[in-house]
């Protein structure tokens, strides 16, 4: 029942001590902003939520889900998204700004539901990038993403 677990090392980070995700998806360049110190497992969905960007890979008609990370150590991050049952067609896209043109953003990913994604990136210390999780031909549905600060 949790919506994030991040083991509450952070006041403020993205995750409450509720295991509540604090802030709201909302207009670049808002949406949710975490301070990644380790890792953060966020439970959301796309459902109800209104398209402000598309992606390389599609999304132009589904609900975007945008987070801004901003990870404490330069590193690796692992990032693993697992789609729940009945989110048939999810996106999930990583971008140094929330809302870059289509065909300029470094990573996109389409997936299937039953699949999944797991990747690893390469982030730096206080360099915000965002997470967008979104879906194609209008595809929404729930999700569970956890990002690893390795």
Do not use: H
């Amino acid at each position: 029942g949790e919506a994030c677990d991040d083991g509450n090392l952070i006041a403020n980070d993205g995750c409450s001590e509720a295991c509540a995700v604090e802030g709201s998806f909302s207009l670049c360049p808002g949406g949710v902003t975490i301070d990644l110190a380790d890792r953060i497992i966020l439970s959301g969905s796309t459902v109800g939520i209104p398209n402000i960007t598309e992606t390389n890979c599609g999304g132009k008609s589904a609900g975007d889900a945008i987070y801004a990370v901003i990870p404490s150590k330069t590193g690796s991050m692992v990032a693993t998204m697992k789609p729940q049952v009945g989110f048939n067609a999810p996106i999930i896209a990583f971008r140094t700004d929330c809302k870059l043109a289509k065909g300029t953003e470094p990573y996109c990913k389409q997936m299937t539901q039953q699949l999944g994604f797991q990747d690893t990136l390469m982030v730096t210390a206080g360099k915000a990038f965002y997470v967008v999780v979104t879906g194609t031909s209008g595809s929404a549905g729930a999700y569970t993403l956890e990002l690893d600060l390795l």
